[in-house]
């Protein structure tokens, strides 16, 4: 934290950290990012060169400024999740950290959106962090199903899910400008895999205990009748 | 196509792009893929600069080779399969053609998956190509799924199931030194995938027509009272 001049030319006290990622930003979009230097950016902010290596190993750091700590608040999120709860419903509130970052700075997000669709190190950059996402995620479900046969694979699978809902309906919210409420889009994406993974999920807890369980599809115009006696059928031959 | 000493000594017609890539992958493991520059590969090929150039845009695409022809294979094998088919069955067989140009050379993948452990450069170049697959899968599932209103989100989600299943057993294999039958583990895995979206895709289809449907699970020992209860509060408040 140091008295910095805030580069809308009000005297505020800010982060340095902060100051630097909108120095960046504003030049990168008047600039171009690869025309953008490092120099460049800390005489906008008014500070010295090694400022700017202290607090982002790299330019395109500069530009995701907010990962790393989203990062760090979903481990503590997941790590703090009680193991009684459903554990996809606990990786999809993980997601949805990631979706609060974005959504809490619509113009940034969508400003940056655009920024990285033009320039193919930022988005090689988005590929890493959203990969690291991702690790952790499936590291969590790898945790809560180490009993399971197949646990590691669909700890893999089921994060791999989570984050693709995600982010489509976090893209979708961010090319159309930032319109509408992004938080709702995700949740009824991240719907989509609760509901099927959701099941698959609870598909093998049967086994633990004796009993067997029957499923049945009834449509629902059909008399009672005949439910009954498919249920009566199931019970009996299944 | 073009007469070139081969990099085990005996003289052979190999295609240029093939000797490139020996050449380089050799230097890669033996002075480490940072220390070796294109003149090194090129010296040891016995060609000029420029014909490096010509086959591979960069010391990374030297890596994998064979990536750029398995993605226009993986798209022709798309273009060509029967809208009749399943098409989570169709992506699952455009992940195999993945699997299978890695299973054909086991030492040279093996070597390679260390090496790009150690690599940062590499780890992101495979992450743009893993990512072109599965934009590939996910294009062909929105267009089979563009009448149904989540076509676009499931296709994405599907695609990141069968990427991430098909890379769990993929990564199995490699971190195993190539041991055992990497076809038949892939398809252990894709078999989870296949089981879990089969069923979500055939769900949208009852929704076409007009009845609704009750789902009911009920454990087997349960008093037949109590399973019609059951039956007859989900068809009234459902």
Redesign the interface.
């Known amino acids: 934290m140091s008295e910095a001049r805030e580069v809308d030319g009000a005297p505020k006290k800010a982060p340095m950290r902060e100051v630097l990622a909108k120095a960046a930003f504003q030049l990168f979009l008047e600039r171009g990012f690869e025309r953008t230097t490092v120099d460049d950016i800390v005489a906008r902010a008014g500070v010295g060169r090694r400022s700017f290596f202290r607090y982002f190993p790299s330019k395109e750091d500069a530009v995701f400024p907010d990962h790393e700590s989203c990062l760090a608040d979903m481990t503590g999120f997941l790590d703090a999740a009680s193991d009684e709860r459903d554990a996809v419903d606990v990786v999809c509130g993980g997601a949805r950290l990631v979706l609060r970052m974005y959504a809490a700075n619509p113009e940034f997000s969508v400003q940056r959106y655009r920024l990285t669709r033009e320039v193919p190190g930022l988005?090689?950059y988005e590929?890493?962090v959203v990969?690291r996402y991702e690790r952790t995620l499936a590291g969590y479900l790898r945790r809560r199903w180490d009993r399971a046969d197949?646990g590691?694979?669909?700890a893999?699978?089921v994060?791999?899910?989570v984050?693709?809902?995600h982010?489509?309906?976090l893209r979708t919210w961010l090319r159309s400008g930032g319109e509408g409420d992004a938080e709702q889009a995700v949740d009824r994406?991240l719907e989509?895999?609760r509901r099927?993974?959701g099941e698959?999920e609870a598909a093998p807890a049967p086994a633990a205990t004796d009993?067997?369980?029957?499923?049945?599809?009834?449509?629902?115009?059909a008399p009672?009748w005949r439910?009954?006696q498919q249920?009566?059928s199931a019970?009996r031959n299944?």
Chains 1, 2 share one sequence.
């Open positions: 988005r090689t590929l890493s990969r197949d590691a694979l669909r893999e699978v994060a791999a899910s984050v693709a809902a982010n489509n309906a994406a989509l895999v099927v993974w698959a009993e067997e369980v029957v499923v049945m599809v009834a449509t629902k115009g009672m439910v009954i249920v009566e019970l299944d």
